[in-house]
């Protein structure tokens, strides 16, 4: 079975994507898996050239670009074909900053994960991030609501770890337990600083908005400004300080916007 970390980097991965993404996945999962959804899709909707290139896809025949895997780059892969598409993707490619194997700040998803499993540990105790954080997504679903799709697979992924191998993992289960435990008694919605503490929480926005906007370099009025927005007041020298002990890179070039001139310099 997978380790706790790998569950845990791809819940976290469905919360950093949008929803949509999800939902454009879990349609061509259902559609690999019913003939007969695939058929009235056919005849219904799709032209021919659109119903050949996603019977390829799903069949696993042809791939899209590296820059059209997912989403509604997926979709417009599949509904377009020639050159017009291939060069709005290489549009897409070069307006993107360059691959990286750490493109948060010169972190990996890992690392950073690793960062939100130490603060979040001293807000709520021993409980496996994975567990953890399916407690969480779901405690901010909105209970009068389906879930929405990403909730979805993220269950199905703490699910076939928990069945995965011979016997059930009981400790996924039982930290889980733990977990809806610590959210009990607080009112459904977003973690707040009540849970952590002023310290862990503010650290524990940040990562989440690296993961949400992963950069080669962040500019520390970018983090205050996400900090504000709620209503965390942190100093800049705290935020420097804590990019500095986890090697997360800065863009310190001179220059800040007129707007945020009343923010303590860099």
Excluded at 122 to 127: L, N, S, Y
């Amino acid at each position: 079975m997978p380790s706790g970390s790998a569950f845990a980097d791809a819940i976290l991965s469905l919360s950093a994507d949008s929803n949509d993404s999800t939902c454009v996945a879990l349609f061509m999962q259902l559609l690999r898996e019913s003939p007969g959804l695939r058929r009235w899709l056919a005849t219904a909707f799709l032209e021919p050239r659109t119903r050949s290139r996603l019977a390829q896809y799903l069949s696993q025949k042809a791939r899209p670009p590296r820059h059209a895997t997912h989403g509604r780059h997926l979709l417009a892969w599949l509904a377009y074909s020639g050159h017009a598409f291939e060069t709005d993707i290489a549009r897409l490619a070069r307006s993107r900053a360059p691959a990286s194997a750490a493109p948060y700040g010169g972190l990996t998803r890992g690392q950073v994960a690793g960062l939100i499993r130490r603060c979040q540990s001293g807000g709520e105790g021993d409980v496996a991030l994975a567990s953890f954080l399916l407690a969480r997504a779901w405690r901010q679903a909105p209970a009068d609501a389906p879930p929405n799709a990403s909730l979805l697979v993220m269950s199905s992924l703490f699910l076939q770890a928990v069945f995965a191998g011979d016997a059930p993992s009981v400790p996924l289960i039982r930290h889980l337990t733990k977990a809806m435990e610590f959210f009990h008694g607080h009112p459904r919605g977003s973690i707040t600083r009540a849970h952590y503490g002023h310290a862990s929480w503010w650290k524990l926005s940040v990562l989440h908005y690296m993961l949400n906007h992963p950069r080669p370099r962040y500019h520390t009025r970018d983090f205050i400004k996400h900090l504000d927005a709620q209503k965390i007041t942190v100093d800049a020298k705290d935020l420097r300080r804590f990019c500095k002990k986890h090697r997360i890179a800065r863009d310190t070039r001179p220059g800040r916007p007129a707007s945020m001139k009343h923010i303590a310099a860099w």
